[in-house]
Nanobody, 123 residues
Framework: QVQLVESGGGLVQAGGSLRLSCAAS????????MGWFRQPPGKEREFVAA????????SYGVFVKGRFTISRGNAKNTMYLQMNSLVPEDTAVYYC????????????????WGQGTQVTVSS
């Protein structure tokens, strides 16, 4: 059974930082592209960041503006999102996704998804 589990969400004040984690299990994700999406309250889901299987290629949503950093653990089945300089507009449920195709992950049509972790940024 394939499973993606996010953790690390919570409540933080504006200007603060959070580090999200995504742990993949059930198959070898080492060759998969993984990514983060978020869904703010009342809005559509949007792309946050993606990282290739090797970790050598990353991409970010336009709103990130250098504040977030995506990375993978040495085992490649884990992924992180370091979020700095958080603002209230970053409040959302954050989801991790994975697929063998990078294009699918970036487009939001990745095969595997986690249940999400809530991030709330207070002003």
């Amino acid at each position: 059974q394939v499973q993606l589990v996010e953790s690390g969400g919570g409540l933080v004040q504006a200007g603060g930082s959070l580090r999200l984690s995504c742990a993949a299990s059930g198959r070898a994700f080492s060759s998969y592209t993984m990514g983060w999406f978020r869904q703010p309250p009342g809005k559509e889901r949007e792309f946050v960041a993606a990282i290739s299987w090797s970790g050598g290629t990353t991409s970010y949503g336009v709103f990130v503006k250098g504040r977030f950093t995506i990375s993978r653990g040495n085992a490649k089945n884990t992924m992180y999102l370091q979020m700095n300089s958080l603002v209230p507009e970053d409040t959302a449920v954050y989801y991790c996704a994975a697929d063998s195709l990078r294009s699918a992950v970036v487009a939001g049509s990745g095969r595997y998804w986690g249940q999400g972790t809530q991030v709330t940024v207070s002003s």
